[in-house]
């Protein structure tokens, strides 16, 4: 288990996590907080591309294969059996003494903290059943009645002087 805090990113699909989340990363960075990301998809990826040395031993049966370089570095896990991933294990591969948060996009019903994005004209109508007990704000571009602090959607400004604040109250526990 990863002693980083985990914050989703959690919307139905088209409402603009991964816009949203290009907009806050470079943000959080500049406010000294060093970012780390999970995405989950529901397609068929790969990393690699064919022809590619680490691609051609992969295929030919690598459980793991481990690229580097002295840029950067990627672990390829093959998972057979086609489990959903397990958002702590995932987490737990990230290297904690260089991160301080890691946003989490696609897991919307893990038990981790949540910023819920509504997006008017995406997904269903807003309904009390996408805030729950996990959910430390909702993003909006639409006013809404909720229990927890509602942020602008279209403000990554507001949203990161929020999870700035979040933070802060986690390390003063």
Same mark, same amino acid.
């Given at each position: ?62 459980? $793991? ?22 958002? $702590? ?40 059943? $996408? ?43």
């Amino acid at each position: 288990m990863s002693d980083i805090p985990l914050l989703a990113i959690a919307a139905h699909s088209g409402t603009g996590k991964t816009t949203l989340l290009k907009q806050i990363i470079p943000r959080l960075k500049n406010m000294g907080i060093r970012v780390g990301v999970i995405k989950h998809t529901h397609h068929d990826m790969d990393v690699d591309k064919p022809g590619k040395d680490s691609y051609e031993l992969r295929k030919s049966g690598a459980d $793991q294969t481990l690229v580097a370089s002295n840029t950067r570095w990627a672990l390829m896990t093959e998972t057979p059996d086609k489990q959903e991933p397990n958002l $702590q294990f995932l987490a737990g591969r990230m290297d904690a003494s260089a991160l301080d948060l890691i946003l989490v996009e696609g897991f919307k019903y893990e038990k981790i903290a949540k910023i819920v994005l509504i997006r008017q004209g995406y997904g269903p109508s807003f309904t009390e059943k $996408q805030i729950d007990r996990f959910t430390l704000a909702v993003a909006s571009d639409t006013p809404l009645q909720v229990e927890v602090p509602l942020l602008d959607i279209n403000s990554p400004d507001e949203i990161c002087s929020f999870i700035q604040q979040w933070l802060e109250s986690l390390a003063t526990r």
